[in-house]
């Protein structure tokens, strides 16, 4: 418990959580989250019977904006915001298809003036200028939104798509690219919604084609609406929010109604209640707020199942924005003034009401809403129930009253004990609920007062958990320094809990501020891996942009010093980013700090270095990467080049040469052929011309096959001579073809095959001459001799030829053939021509000849030790059972 308190007291203490933890040169005090005391409840207003609050959050520090005359469009969860010409009213734009036509892409945005369609300017959150770019004068802008990756996203007139990043100079530098078809450029896209991971548009035909993935832009072309005339208006919901996990657009009618659509077919909803001019969505995509030609605010739900909650305004006139505020409210905008809408118990609407003096800008986040002006950047939002239930006026909650404890505590009030007392058994709830409110409030004075009131409840518990206060307190201080001005993204604690952290880090770099990115890390234990991969990037990008004189050598140096703080860290992805650049030898000299073999190859092979891929690959023992290596040098390097640089290395010839016999038989002859290896070339040929079923070109490839091993003298002798008898064979083959076509199978046959089915036809000569033509030995023509006479069933002809002279194979192999056929009797006729007596036994037994067996067993064998085998075996119901029987016993009696 000591330890805890400890570390709650430092993370308290000495770690202020006012302080960031960068603070770069142009960080001030131009932030208005002061530790100026300012009452809570001072900045709250009620509706209905809840809360809301607007905290001022920056000075806008940008000039020349005025969201009157200028188009703006600012990114949730703190994100940059883009100005540019108010594009309301078409500029003259051809038709042309490049954005290189018309003016340069590097046209100086600074010779243009701020309110040009043609420029777009980019800043942060604080209105701190991040980038400013062109876009080409001979296309029109229709709209402009911001991607989840905070990549601008900004549509042409004629259907051209382009991805922006937060630092772009010039349309060169744009991120990706891509059309939306033919049929938008023809009909010219009108207006368009875009959303964090895609877009639809609507042409001047009243057609709607999406796109659902910025990375895999497939353009589909939605159902028809059938539309007459223009929609009033329409919206989107995003595929994440809907059943069947595509987009559906709600278009209002000039007949007063709601048509759903998707990609299958439109659905009219049958409203009554409009003609609708203002449509919007909340965040979570369930509600929908629509504003009518009478001056209606209607609430409803997405599924348009339930009936809509409605208020009468006082103006007749469309607002400038509907939009929603987290998913409780709805703001709309008119010139100066700013109206609020929610439930109240009666379920009808309760208002509220606050007046502006200069143009604003209103952007929907899940949990409140930005206003932004000319000069001021607010956050709207629902005081949480539980800053609510500490703040409120006349609260008597355990939190509250743990609050007050703490004020009289410090002020050396008595009653501080008697408040802790009253809290009783609530206190530790207490403690929890003053921690949580911390991560709502924007003003570090008040966090800290909050947090010295949780510790100070802490004291009177026993056992609590301190996890909750230090990880508060570390979220607030990471949260606390990205709202400085110099920073500029205001994320709230729930915004952060949906972003994440590891997004939040993401951003950070994305904005080159990698110091901060890298402590955070740092402070919060997270790899700081991505955070010095892209900070050497960014390095590299800037020394290749200079075009200066600067040392590669000392560059490569202070990137492995950078970088090897993290082991294992990879370095495939900044070379990668200098080669790219230009920059080959900075390239090769980070590669090899590279651990992982996997990213070296692949970038050592798009820089042409594939002596050192090949070299890695096979250093790293990885089969895999090392075919990848041989296959990529085989399509980009000439033959002769590549076997040069491949041939060196056996594992690789192995390798190579297991490929080719799988998949290329092609590459394995030419691998022979640089090897200097003729007799491995030949038996690929001959593999090769099996495969023919041609026997002209199997001829062919077999005389090639010949010539070879002829050229691989004296190693090739044998082969050369065994694919000669194979020609021969095959032209004897086409003979048999053509003259015994009572068989048509000839071509093909081994050469034992040929003579057997010479044989089994009858064509003895012809078998003889064969035999004699390519010296048969005489137990291989036996053997196939008596196996096709038996296929015959000629007995007499087969006893015949046992009888001609001396069987070099024996006679068991005549019996097993007749045995095979089911002549026993003439199986049984060789039998005793047997010179193993025991085979002739076992062979009689075979046969069933069990009487027989026991003679050769009692007389020649005189073995007790096998009749009685054959006692055993022999069936119980066959009499040859007691002939054996005796045999057995004249044996024994005559020992």
């Known amino acids: 418990t000591h330890t805890h308190e400890h570390q709650e007291h430092k993370t308290l203490q000495n770690e202020n959580i006012g302080t960031p933890l960068l603070l770069p040169s142009e960080m001030n005090n131009a932030s208005l989250l002061s530790d100026e005391f300012i009452d809570p409840v001072v900045e709250w207003q009620p509706l209905a019977n809840r809360k809301y609050r607007r905290t001022e959050l920056y000075q806008m520090a940008w000039e020349s904006v005025n969201l009157e005359d200028q188009f703006v469009v600012a990114a949730p969860l703190g994100g940059p915001i883009a100005v540019t010409g108010n594009f309301g009213t078409p500029s003259a734009a051809s038709s042309a298809s490049s954005l290189d036509d018309g003016d340069s892409p590097d046209e100086d945005p600074s010779q243009l003036t701020s309110g040009s369609h043609r420029c777009i300017r980019l800043f942060s959150s604080s209105g701190r200028p991040l980038s400013s770019f062109v876009v080409s004068k001979s296309k029109r802008i229709v709209g402009m939104g911001w991607s989840a990756r905070e990549e601008l996203v900004v549509i042409m007139d004629e259907g051209t798509v382009m991805l922006f990043g937060i630092h772009t100079r010039s349309l060169k530098e744009v991120l990706l690219q891509f059309r939306l078809g ?10 368009c919604f875009i959303w964090s991971t895609g877009l639809v548009v609507m042409t001047r035909s009243r057609q709607f084609f999406a796109v659902s993935n910025f990375r895999e832009p497939r353009v589909r072309r939605l159902a028809d609406p059938g539309l007459l005339e223009a929609p009033t208006a329409w919206t989107c919901i995003e595929p994440r929010y809907t059943l069947s996990r595509s987009v559906e657009v709600l278009v209002a009618t000039v007949d007063g109604s709601i048509i759903v659509i998707d990609q299958d077919k439109p659905q009219d909803q049958q409203l009554t209640d409009g003609p609708f001019t203002r449509l919007a969505l909340s ?45 409780d409210v709805v703001l709309a905008y008119w010139e100066n003034n700013l109206e609020m809408y929610g439930p109240d118990k009666n379920g009808s609407m309760a208002t509220q009401f606050y007046k502006y003096r200069e143009p604003l800008l209103i952007v929907t986040q899940i949990d409140g809403a930005s206003l932004i002006s000319n000069s001021r950047h607010e956050f709207l939002e629902r005081v949480p129930d539980v800053v609510e239930s500490i703040f409120g006026t006349g609260s008597v909650t355990a939190p509250a009253t743990l609050y007050d404890a703490l004020r009289d505590y410090e002020a050396k009030d008595p009653r501080a004990d008697q408040s802790i007392r009253e809290i009783g058994d609530h206190l530790a709830e207490a403690v929890s609920a003053c921690i949580e409110a911390v991560g709502y409030e924007y003003r570090p004075h008040i966090q800290r007062a909050l947090l010295r009131a949780a510790s100070f409840g802490k004291c009177f ?41 590891p997004v939040l880090i993401d951003r950070l770099i994305n904005r080159n501020l990698h110091l901060l990115a890298w402590r955070i890390c740092q402070y919060l234990g997270l790899k700081a891996d991505r955070v010095l991969v892209h900070w050497a990037c960014a390095k590299v990008r800037s020394v290749a942009e200079k075009d200066s004189a600067y040392d590669v050598q000392q560059l490569a140096e202070l990137i492995k010093n950078k970088l090897h703080q993290v082991p294992g860290i990879s370095f495939a992805e900044i070379a990668s980013t200098a080669h790219t650049y230009g920059l080959s030898q900075l390239a090769t000299l980070l590669l090899e700090y590279e651990p992982r073999a996997a990213d070296q190859v692949p970038l050592l092979l798009s820089m042409r270095q594939d002596d050192v891929a090949l070299a890695k690959a096979l250093e790293s023992g990885d089969t895999d990467l090392v075919y990848l290596v041989l296959l990529q040098m085989r399509r980009a390097l000439s033959g002769s080049e590549f076997f040069r640089k491949m041939l060196p290395h056996p594992r690789a010839v192995a390798l190579l040469e297991q490929y080719g016999k799988q998949k290329d038989v092609e590459l394995l002859q030419d691998i022979y052929y640089h090897a200097h290896r003729p007799l491995e070339s030949g038996h690929i040929t001959v593999l090769e011309a099996y495969r023919q079923s041609d026997l002209d070109a199997r001829l062919q490839l077999l005389q090639k096959a010949q010539q070879v091993y002829r050229d691989a003298e004296p190693e090739g002798v044998f082969a050369s001579h065994a694919t000669q008898d194979q020609i021969r064979l095959l032209l004897q083959q086409r003979a048999f073809q053509a003259s015994h076509v009572e068989f048509s199978g000839w071509v093909g046959l081994s050469l034992t095959d040929t003579i057997y089915q010479l044989l089994l036809l009858g064509k003895e000569r012809a078998a003889t001459k064969l035999r004699e033509a390519f010296r048969v030995p005489d137990r291989r023509f036996w053997h196939t001799k008596v196996r096709a006479l038996a296929d015959t069933e000629d007995w007499g002809e087969l006893y015949k030829f046992s009888k001609s002279k001396t069987s070099p194979i024996g006679y068991r192999p005549f019996a097993q053939a007749c045995f095979q056929k089911g002549a026993i009797e003439q199986a049984a006729r060789y039998v005793p021509r047997f010179a193993d007596e025991n085979k002739k036994a076992y062979f009689y037994i075979r046969l069933g000849m069990w009487r027989e067996a026991a003679d050769v067993a009692a007389n020649e064998l005189r073995s007790v030790q096998f009749l009685t085998y054959m006692y055993n075996r022999c069936p119980k119901e066959n009499p040859a059972r007691v002939y054996i029987e005796r045999a057995i016993a004249k044996l024994e009696s005559g020992k």
């Open 283 to 327: 965040p979570d995509g369930q509600m929908l707020a629509t504003f009518n030609t009478r001056g209606v605010v209607s609430v409803r739900r997405t599924d348009f199942k339930s009936d809509p909650l409605q208020h009468q305004t006082v103006l007749k006139v469309d607002p400038l924005q509907l939009a929603w505020c987290g998913s």
């Open 182 to 191: 033919k049929e938008c450029e023809r009909a010219r896209i009108q207006e």
């Open 461 to 501: 518990l026993e056992l609590y958990d301190p996890d909750q206060f230090v990880n508060m307190c570390r979220t607030v201080r990471v949260l606390n320094c990205v709202r400085d001005p110099a920073i500029g993204i205001p994320l709230t604690y729930q915004q952060l809990k949906l972003l994440t952290v």
